[in-house]
């Protein structure tokens, strides 16, 4: 690692935090604002309100309009992007240090007065529309996101996307409902890495976002997930298969044993299952795994894609080497992995829009945040023996099963098809 990376918090007294990583051997800033405002809280009959809220948020603020607000991002050379999860909706930029400032001012005005302009209201729900239509096509995510729908359950298991119904009925009354309910300094995450100055930037957020009123989190309703298999039929060629079996939480003492457990199944060109399911028998175009953690409950979601000729075996090899895992790792695929980890920590400790990223999820999962040396440092801990020691204790299990094509197929448990 090139430095010893120090981490600065500070927490208002309306319940923002303000966390941060100085980075002053660049001339970069990022930032990102986390806001406890995530699509578990649409209602059930409005699917899609957190999105559509997040996209009017964008058009214009204070006294600048929807043109006039894109303008002053372009001014100060701002990369920006908006996204809704599970938990928050998430703004984020990069820009040379020196606009850092001005940059932060304008995204507070627009969380704290946003225009919402009922001219643009049905040019933001076409844009939501299409992001639905797109997900139509793509194939893959369906099946994903019908596995963490039957995995996670509801709200937590939702799409951030909505569908087409849901959203055609969401008005602007709901969207500034929306917004006054949800949007809150309390637990509001506002993260910065790169170049700045500590007391100025606290400051600054706390003349910004300061006055910002608390109020309580609204209640959400849990319904149990059902953790079925599922086939979802669709005309086509290809068979899509999606995998999840339980994970420990990110804020789990055990997480890097977990996680690397993992990366031997998928991380790089020779991890087991690109190996043994796409290059040794050749059954899949593509084939991977990944980690998916929510703050109390996790999953490893394991993907492919193949013809439907081929996709019975797929699925079979997939859960035969999924079930193998269990059995242990050897040391050649330690150290290919933790090799890899130690280069993308070398990358991102380079990049301070994924620092900003990735402190403000350390700070919302655990209250506090994980430096890189730390997470080293873990990566480099980990031993053949304590990996296979905790997937002894934790073997791939209970296995949940989404598959979409023309003809479902047959597992350990029924598939129930859906037409």
């Given at each position: 690692?090139?430095?010893?990376?120090?981490?600065?918090?500070?927490?208002?007294?309306?319940?923002?935090?303000?966390?941060?990583?100085?980075?002053?051997?660049?001339?970069?800033?990022?930032?990102?604002?986390?806001?406890?405002?995530?699509?578990?809280?649409?209602?059930?009959?409005?699917?899609?309100?957190?999105?559509?809220?997040?996209?009017?948020?964008?058009?214009?603020?204070?006294?600048?309009?929807?043109?006039?607000?894109?303008?002053?991002?372009?001014?100060?050379?701002?990369?920006?992007?908006?996204?809704?999860?599970?938990?928050?909706?998430?703004?984020?930029?990069?820009?040379?240090?020196?606009?850092?400032?001005?940059?932060?001012?304008?995204?507070?005005?627009?969380?704290?007065?946003?225009?919402?302009?009922?001219?643009?209201?049905?040019?933001?729900?076409?844009?939501?529309?299409?992001?639905?239509?797109?997900?139509?096509?793509?194939?893959?995510?369906?099946?994903?996101?019908?596995?963490?729908?039957?995995?996670?359950?509801?709200?937590?298991?939702?799409?951030?996307?909505?569908?087409?119904e849901s959203l055609q009925s969401i008005t602007m009354d709901d969207i500034?409902?929306?917004?006054?309910?949800?949007?809150?300094?309390?637990?509001?995450?506002?993260?910065?890495?790169?170049?700045?100055?500590?007391?100025?930037?606290?400051?600054?957020?706390?003349?910004?976002?300061?006055?910002?009123?608390?109020?309580?989190?609204?209640?959400?309703?849990?319904?149990?997930?059902?953790?079925?298999?599922y086939h979802i039929d669709f005309p086509s060629e290809q068979t899509h298969?999606?995998?999840?079996?339980?994970?420990?939480?990110?804020?789990?003492?055990?997480?890097?044993?977990?996680?690397?457990?993992?990366?031997?199944?998928?991380?790089?060109?020779?991890?087991?299952?690109?190996?043994?399911?796409?290059?040794?028998?050749?059954?899949?175009?593509?084939?991977?795994?990944?980690?998916?953690?929510?703050?109390?409950?996790?999953?490893?979601?394991?993907?492919?894609?193949?013809?439907?000729?081929?996709?019975?075996?797929?699925?079979?090899?997939?859960?035969?080497?999924?079930?193998?895992?269990?059995?242990?790792?050897?040391?050649?695929?330690?150290?290919?992995?933790?090799?890899?980890?130690?280069?993308?920590?070398?990358?991102?400790?380079?990049?301070?829009?994924?620092?900003?990223?990735?402190?403000?999820?350390?700070?919302?999962?655990?209250?506090?945040?994980?430096?890189?040396?730390?997470?080293?440092?873990?990566?480099?801990?980990?031993?053949?023996?304590?990996?296979?020691?905790?997937?002894?204790?934790?073997?791939?299990?209970?296995?949940?099963?989404?598959?979409?094509?023309?003809?479902?197929?047959?597992?350990?448990?029924?598939?129930?098809?859906?037409?």
């Amino acid at each position: 690692m090139p430095q010893q990376q120090t981490i600065l918090s500070h927490q208002f007294p309306n319940g923002l935090t303000l966390v941060a990583q100085s980075m002053p051997e660049l001339e970069s800033a990022a930032f990102s604002i986390s806001i406890p405002a995530g699509c578990r809280y649409d209602p059930s009959d409005k699917r899609g309100l957190a999105n559509f809220a997040c996209e009017m948020l964008l058009r214009g603020s204070g006294d600048l309009t929807n043109r006039q607000f894109v303008e002053a991002l372009e001014f100060n050379g701002v990369d920006h992007s908006s996204s809704v999860s599970v938990y928050n909706t998430n703004f984020g930029g990069a820009m040379l240090a020196t606009h850092l400032h001005d940059t932060l001012r304008l995204f507070a005005t627009m969380l704290l007065d946003p225009l919402f302009p009922a001219d643009q209201l049905e040019d933001g729900r076409q844009v939501c529309l299409m992001e639905v239509a797109s997900l139509e096509d793509e194939l893959a995510q369906r099946a994903i996101m019908e596995l963490r729908s039957r995995y996670y359950g509801d709200p937590d298991g939702r799409s951030s996307e909505g569908s087409f119904e849901s959203l055609q009925s969401i008005t602007m009354d709901d969207i500034r409902s929306f917004h006054q309910q949800h949007y809150r300094p309390d637990e509001t995450i506002v993260s910065v890495a790169g170049k700045f100055d500590w007391d100025a930037l606290r400051d600054h957020i706390g003349s910004l976002l300061g006055d910002w009123e608390s109020k309580p989190a609204a209640a959400v309703e849990l319904i149990e997930p059902t953790k079925q298999n599922y086939h979802i039929d669709f005309p086509s060629e290809q068979t899509h298969i999606a995998i999840a079996y339980p994970a420990l939480p990110y804020r789990s003492e055990e997480y890097f044993l977990n996680r690397g457990s993992v990366g031997v199944l998928s991380d790089g060109l020779s991890s087991r299952l690109f190996t043994e399911v796409r290059e040794k028998r050749g059954l899949c175009y593509t084939v991977s795994a990944s980690y998916h953690s929510l703050r109390d409950r996790a999953c490893v979601v394991c993907y492919s894609s193949t013809t439907k000729e081929r996709a019975q075996e797929t699925l079979d090899v997939l859960i035969e080497q999924l079930t193998r895992l269990g059995n242990g790792i050897e040391a050649d695929e330690l150290r290919r992995l933790q090799i890899q980890v130690r280069s993308s920590l070398i990358m991102q400790q380079e990049s301070c829009r994924a620092r900003a990223s990735a402190i403000a999820g350390d700070w919302m999962h655990l209250g506090r945040v994980r430096t890189l040396d730390e997470i080293s440092d873990k990566i480099n801990g980990l031993t053949v023996e304590s990996v296979n020691q905790f997937l002894a204790e934790h073997p791939p299990r209970d296995f949940v099963v989404v598959t979409l094509g023309a003809e479902a197929l047959e597992s350990h448990r029924d598939i129930v098809s859906a037409t």
